[in-house]
C-alpha cells in the first residue's frame, strides 16, 4: 500500500516568508509525528498528534512553528516568519496508534532551505 | 535527559561483519529501534527490541541489554547497498515520540 507522502519535497524560501509543509500519513494510521533533520544529526521531535489533537507539542523550538491536523489524517506543518536556521529537512511519521512501542514509518521529507 | 551515542562513522568490507553500538543513559523507555536512512532519503524502520537478548531479522541483529544501558545492531554478509546511516533511537516511558541518536554513517568497501 501507499507510504507516508510529503510535499514539496523541496522548498526555498526568503527569510521572513511564511510555508506550508504537508503530510499525508498511511492510510488508517492515527498518530502522526513531524521531526526536524540537520545534515549530520539524528531527527529531532516536534510534535506528535494522536488523531486530529496535538498530544505533545514540546519539540516545536517556538511559536513560530505550527501545526494542525483537522480530520485526523492529513497533517500541515506551518513556519511563521522563517529564519535561516529553520533550515532543514522535515520529516513526517504515521504509526497504527499510540503507545511508544508501535513502529514509525517515515515520508521522504520536505528539504526547506531558507536563503 | 537521554543522551544516546553512537559513533559517528565505520567502515567495513563487503562480506564482513560489523556491529553498531548505541549506548544511552535514561530512567526508562518502552522499546529501543533501529533505522536505516540512505543519503537523501527517509529513515526506514530495521528493527525494535523491548526485552533484552538478540532480535534476528535475516542479514540483520540487533540487541539489547538494559541494565548496561547498551545495544547493538549487526550487519552480517555486508553488501555495498548497506552502505548509510543506522540510527537508533528509544520511546520513554508515557511518549510516544522516538529520541534519536547522531547517527553511525557506515561505508562498504569491495
Known amino acids: 500500500g501507499a507510504g507516508v507522502s510529503q510535499t514539496p519535497s523541496n522548498k526555498v524560501t526568503e527569510k521572513g516568508k511564511y510555508v506550508e509543509l504537508r503530510c499525508d500519513p498511511i492510510?488508517?494510521?492515527?498518530?502522526l509525528y513531524w521531526y526536524r533533520q540537520s545534515l549530520g544529526q539524528g531527527p529531532e521531535f516536534l510534535i506528535y498528534?494522536?488523531?486530529?489533537?496535538?498530544?505533545?507539542d514540546s519539540g516545536l523550538p517556538n511559536d513560530r512553528f505550527f501545526a494542525v491536523r483537522p480530520e485526523g489524517s492529513v497533517s500541515t506543518l506551518k513556519i511563521q516568519r522563517t529564519e535561516r536556521g529553520d533550515s532543514a529537512v522535515y520529516l513526517c511519521?504515521?504509526?497504527?496508534?499510540?503507545?511508544?512501542?508501535?513502529?514509525?514509518?517515515f515520508g521522504p521529507g520536505t528539504r526547506l532551505t531558507v536563503l | 535527559g537521554q543522551n544516546i551515542d553512537q559513533p559517528t562513522e565505520m567502515t567495513a568490507t563487503e562480506g564482513a561483519i560489523v556491529q553498531i553500538n548505541c549506548t544511552y543513559q535514561?530512567?526508562?523507555?518502552?522499546?529501543l529501534f533501529w533505522y536505516q536512512q540512505h543519503a537523501g532519503e527517509a529513515p526506514t524502520f530495521l528493527s525494535y527490541?523491548?526485552?533484552?537478548g538478540l532480535e534476528e531479522k535475516g542479514r540483520f541483529s540487533s540487541f539489547l541489554s538494559r541494565s548496561k544501558g547498551y545495544s547493538y545492531l549487526l550487519l552480517k554478509e555486508l553488501q555495498m547497498k548497506d552502505s548509510a546511516s543506522y540510527l537508533c533511537?528509544?520511546?520513554?516511558?508515557?511518549?510516544?515520540?522516538?529520541?534519536f541518536g547522531t547517527g553511525t554513517r557506515l561505508q562498504v568497501f569491495p
Open positions: 511519521a504515521s504509526s497504527s496508534r499510540a503507545g511508544g512501542t508501535d513502529t514509525q514509518y
Open positions: 492510510s488508517g494510521h492515527t498518530a
Open positions: 498528534f494522536q488523531g486530529t489533537g496535538a498530544a505533545d
Open positions: 535514561t530512567s526508562g523507555f518502552n522499546g
Open positions: 527490541n523491548v526485552l533484552d
Open positions: 533511537a528509544l520511546t520513554r516511558f508515557n511518549t510516544d515520540k522516538l529520541i
